[in-house]
């Protein structure tokens, strides 16, 4: 299914604030970073440093099942001082 992937830090500003990628229903954060990076092959190692979020939780290894609707983000490293 078509979804919109929300983008923040550097990669908002090199890309775009939201991308439209293909995921299917189950995804987990190797999922969502694969399809990112077949969207947007120029970012592969910016994309694959960032974490990413469904509905506002985080997601790493165990799936979870998403909608169109689903919220969905690319949350890049932060480092603070």
Not at 3 to 30: H, M, N, S, Y
Not at 67 to 73: F, V
Request: net charge negative; aromatic share 4%.
């Amino acid at each position: 299914m078509k979804v919109t992937v929300k983008l923040f830090g550097p990669l908002r500003e090199q890309i775009t604030d939201e991308a439209v990628c293909i995921l299917t229903e189950k995804v987990d954060r190797k999922i969502i970073l694969q399809a990112m990076q077949k969207a947007y092959p120029l970012y592969t190692k910016e994309i694959a440093s960032c974490s990413t979020a469904v509905d506002q939780c985080f997601v790493d290894e165990i799936p979870v099942v998403i909608t169109a609707a689903s919220e969905i983000a690319l949350i890049p490293p932060v480092s603070g001082g």
